[in-house]
């Protein structure tokens, strides 16, 4: 059974930054790529970021987040970053970590993992 546990959110004011942690466990980590979600209130979640494996050549981001988000992965600690700078208040959510084996599909949101908790990022005007 895989497991997702995200941290590293909390109250920022916009233009700050914030790293976002996802350890896994459950799974070869090396052999599936990774991506970032997030779901803000009354909205669907969305895609934001994903890195593929096992080395994370390829990384891919949504269009509101190109440029002020960097994905990173650390295969020896089976965790997965999300560096986000020049934050903005739309980018207020909650975060989440999920995975698939085929990266590609995590970009239309098919994962292969059960939602974690995620970690709440809150950015202030």
């Known amino acids: 059974q895989v497991q997702l546990i995200e941290s590293g959110g909390g109250l920022v004011q916009a233009g700050g930054s914030l790293r976002l942690s996802c350890a896994a466990s459950g799974l070869s980590f090396s052999t599936y790529s990774m991506g970032w979600f997030r779901q803000a209130p009354g909205q669907d979640r969305e895609f934001v970021a994903s890195?593929?494996?096992?080395?994370?050549?390829?990384?891919y981001y949504g269009d509101s987040v190109k440029g002020r988000f960097t994905i990173s992965r650390d295969n020896a600690k089976n965790t997965v970053y999300l560096q986000m700078n020049s934050l903005k208040p739309e980018d207020t959510a909650v975060y989440y970590c999920n995975t698939n084996l085929d990266g590609s599909r995590l970009r239309v949101g098919k994962v292969s993992g059960s939602w974690g908790q995620g970690t709440q990022v809150t950015v202030s005007s």
């Open positions: 890195i593929s494996s096992p080395n994370g050549v390829s990384k």
